[in-house]
């Protein structure tokens, strides 16, 4: 599977401020993701980063707070906006391995991020 | 779009032991199934997955099942270890459909595995 980096690893914050998380990858991979992991919850898809085109988004998550960047197929960034106490959560990317048809994701180490 | 429920929420077994946890899904399109494994701190884990043209795989001791007419999967995992102690998440996707790699997680499952 490929080697899945993110920087930084867990960061605090103070409201209104923003952080960029980036997730780099060893390998060329097509489908790069971002997920959010609040405390103690489970995995909920924030938006798929498409190399060459648009973030989708899912149902509650906008653009205007979780910019995303996908300059190559190694490499996308997230961005959580004029953060709130509520963005304190862990956020991975994952990477869908290539050659596969069925959707085998693989996870990044995280970012936990605290917002006071 | 795709919903995940995952029983039970804790789990806690004798060193020895074997456990189930159980998913069921509500998107009948959904053709992928995998498991993963969380420690505390860490990254989930991949550690088994089922597609839907089969009805069960194994993997030493866990193993993982499926019924596509009930909609739901069940991870066995035997003879419990205490490293086995972690969360334990099942998921689902379309794979190959307009969802690309879109995985819907269940709300996991706390194992505790008691030496």
């Known amino acids: 599977s490929a080697v899945i980096s993110q920087k930084p690893s867990r960061d605090i914050c103070q409201r209104g401020t923003s952080l960029t998380i980036q997730c780099q990858v060893d390998s060329q991979v097509t489908m790069m993701f971002w997920y959010r992991q609040q405390p103690g919850q489970s995995l909920t898809l924030i938006a798929t980063?498409?190399?060459?085109?648009?973030?989708?988004?899912e149902s509650g998550f906008v653009i205007d707070k979780f910019p995303i960047s996908r300059p190559n197929l190694t490499f996308s960034t997230l961005t959580v906006s004029n953060m709130s106490p509520e963005d304190s959560s862990i956020y991975l990317c994952?990477?869908?391995?290539?050659?596969?048809?069925?959707?085998?994701?693989?996870f990044g180490p995280g970012t936990r991020l605290t917002v006071l | 779009g795709e919903n995940v429920e995952q029983h039970p929420s804790t789990l806690s077994v004798q060193e020895g032991d074997s456990a189930v946890i159980k998913c069921t899904y509500s998107?009948?399109?959904?053709?992928?199934f995998p498991w993963y494994k969380q420690e505390l701190g860490k990254r989930p884990q991949l550690i088994i997955d089922i597609r839907s043209n089969v009805g069960e795989k194994k993997d030493q001791r866990i193993a993982v099942t499926l019924n596509k007419t009930a909609k739901h999967f069940s991870l066995h995992i035997t003879e419990t270890q205490p490293e086995d102690s972690a969360v334990y998440f099942c998921a689902a996707s379309n794979a190959g459909g307009t969802s690309y790699g879109k995985l819907t997680f269940g709300q996991g499952t706390i194992l505790t595995v008691h030496p």
């Open positions: 980063a498409n190399q060459g085109s648009e973030a989708t988004y």
């Open positions: 998107d009948s399109a959904s053709n992928y």
């Open positions: 994952s990477v869908e391995s290539q050659g596969s048809s069925y959707n085998e994701q693989f």
